[in-house]
């Protein structure tokens, strides 16, 4: 397996948030678990900057509706995946790359009542298990950045779109190329591979085949978000560290430290991208 597929699963097996986890908080919260809604998960299962109104920018840029099949590429624990089914009546194929994430998502999809119209597979975006000109949207948000070879991955969204179909992402961008001390300290702690700026992202996914319909900066709005998430924290860590549990893994910590000093200063940011296959 290529180093960088290995990192991502080292990083997502360690990440502070699991089905495990959430089930626990779920039950601490409201004594049992039977009939958990979807709605119950959402503060916990959605792991990208801007929570639902970044999976409803997304929406309306796909313009998802009933019936609509959508593959969500690299769909972590099924959160955008579920709101897609349960608020838009989307079938939603998500792709996902490490096993206990796979494994965490038909946990929580099962816990809600949503595995007729949700499903996440295990595969790697680089090579889709899913046929030709199969889906009618293709989404995405924040992980293209752990994936080697993005030029393949918008290949095979191509390829799996219906004529006319969409597709819609979220991605690390950087503005300005890294140090190769801060791009060493991103690849540690957060299995980052390349980025790129957004013009260059939008030459990548017009290679692909792709027209381009719009490219926005994110930028300023991760810039505040970060920091407040950031701060939570540095509080929490603290917390732990004070009671003498498990505070997180140290590399993470940095990297992450270092990863919104970088976003706040421009280097780093975020881009949103769409795009139609003609
Ligand atoms: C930041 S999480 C985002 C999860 C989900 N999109 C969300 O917003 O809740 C990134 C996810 O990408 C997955 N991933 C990384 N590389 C991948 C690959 N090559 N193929 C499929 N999934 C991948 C990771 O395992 C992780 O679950």
Partial sequence: MATEIRSAIDFYDRHPISADIIRAKLKAS?????????????????????????????????????GDRVADFCAGLGGPARYLAHSYGADVTGIELTPARVKGAAELTRLVGLDSKVRVVEGNVMDVPLPDASVDAVVSQEAFLHVPDNARVLAEAYRILKPGG?????????????????????????????????????????????????????????????????????????????????????????????????????????????????
């Fill in 30 to 66: 409201r004594g049992h678990l039977d009939k958990v809604s979807p709605e119950e998960l959402y503060p916990h299962d959605q792991d990208h900057y801007g929570g639902l109104a970044a999976n409803e920018a997304l929406a309306a840029l796909l313009k998802v509706g009933p």
């Fill in 166 to 278: 969409r597709l819609a992402f979220t991605d690390w961008i950087a503005h300005r190329a890294l140090s190769k001390a801060d791009a060493e300290l991103m690849w540690q702690g957060m299995a980052v591979t390349e980025l790129y700026d957004l013009k260059a992202y939008r030459a990548l996914i017009e290679s692909a085949g792709f027209t381009v319909t719009s490219v926005e900066d994110l930028t300023a709005d991760w810039a505040e978000i970060l920091k407040v998430r950031l701060a939570m924290y540095i509080k929490l860590r603290g917390e732990a560290q004070a009671a003498g549990t498990a505070s997180g893994h140290d590399a993470f910590y940095e990297s992450y430290v270092r990863f919104v000093a970088l976003v706040s200063e421009g280097a780093l940011g975020g881009g949103r991208f769409a795009a139609v296959k003609a």
